[in-house]
């Protein structure tokens, strides 16, 4: 098995520190409120790392609410 970058410590999750090694196609944004869009268009970041500390999400476990549902929204509909 290969972890994807160079996490901290091998045992870091995706969710804790965002993608690695793809500095040129990443990049990290605040989670966005519904109806505040996300860029999409043509030269866009391939990836964007969505940081979720901004009081979107709380904890581990709290990945189903209004935030990430617009996020999932934008992307289906691009």
Sequence with gaps: ??????????YAALGGYGP?????ECQEIPIKKEGD????????????ALNGSNDAIHE???????YT?????????N
């Design 60 to 66: 581990h476990g709290d990945i189903s609410n209004e």
């Design 37 to 48: 869009p996300y860029d999409l268009a043509a030269g866009a970041p391939k990836i964007y």
């Design 69 to 77: 549902w617009w996020a999932l929204y934008q992307q289906a509909m």
């Design 1 to 10: 098995m290969q972890i994807a970058g160079v996490p901290p410590s091998r």
């Design 20 to 24: 690695g090694g793809c500095d040129d």
